[in-house]
């Protein structure tokens, strides 16, 4: 069973940063792709960033120039730095893991989901 940790949300001032982390444990096979996703209230859960195995990025048009996504694989964690924080940023962040466990011999296709950290942006 793989799990996601999340970790480094919290309330920060407009213009302020935050980085986010999340550690990914278990019968991990392999990781094609790990992004960050937001759900503001009433709103849809959206992309925020992502990464795919060979590295390549993909951001939101709204975080673009303020938002980093970086990775560590030995530690199987994904970050996001955030700077130039706004009160739109405010939302639970979640991070999501795309791949495949191995249980044995059998290795099987998995998409988890962190338990979402909230990050809050106000004056």
């Known amino acids: 069973q793989v799990q996601l940790v999340e970790s480094g949300g919290g309330l920060v001032q407009p213009g302020g940063s935050l980085r986010l982390s999340c550690a990914a444990s278990?019968?991990?096979?392999?990781?094609?792709?790990q992004g960050w996703y937001r759900q503001a209230p009433g709103k849809q859960r959206e992309l925020v960033a992502a990464?795919?195995?060979?590295?390549?990025?993909e951001y939101a048009d709204s975080v673009k120039g303020r938002f980093t996504i970086s990775r560590d694989n030995a530690k199987n964690t994904v970050n996001l730095q955030m700077n130039n924080l706004k009160h739109d940023d405010t939302a639970v962040y979640y991070c999501?893991?795309?791949?495949?466990?191995?249980?044995?011999?059998?290795?099987?296709?998995?998409?988890?989901w962190g338990q979402g950290t909230q990050v809050t942006v106000s004056s």
């Open positions: 990464m795919v195995r060979g590295g390549s990025t």
């Open positions: 278990g019968s991990i096979f392999s990781i094609n792709a």
């Open positions: 999501n893991v795309d791949g495949a466990t191995r249980q044995g011999v059998v290795v099987k296709p998995m998409s988890i």
